[in-house]
């Protein structure tokens, strides 16, 4: 992975994507996922790069949720923009996050056949990503 400047203008949220429903509270330190603790950092998305995920890492998941975290809460150079596979700008969050950066939490579920670019399509899901 090599680092990138950061997006101009940033965006105001980035998404952490899970595959099982989130802690009910959301706890003050997050629990990290395997990967995220084997990797040193939390991997986050971008709200257009959200159905790139979901169709690489998530393609046998009926559903997804996504924590919507607001940027400016965390420390500039607490996050990292780094190029994953020819991607611009993956944003890694090296830290964690707790209940003040939750904005909001949305569960998405794909019908029968549907590919996950097709649910992001949905303006009920797009309304809520910015």
Known sequence: MAPLPPPDPLPAFVYKITPT???DPIPERYPLSE????DGFVHLS???QIPITASLFFTHSPSI???KLR???FDPASVKWDEVDGTNGCPHLYGNFGPADVVGVLEVKRGEGE???EVFEKAEVRGWLE
């Open 65 to 67: 949720f996504l924590i």
């Open 71 to 73: 940027l400016s809460n």
């Open 46 to 48: 971008t709200s257009w």
């Open 115 to 117: 590919g996950w670019g």
């Open 35 to 38: 990967l995220d603790r084997q």
């Open 21 to 23: 429903a989130p802690p």
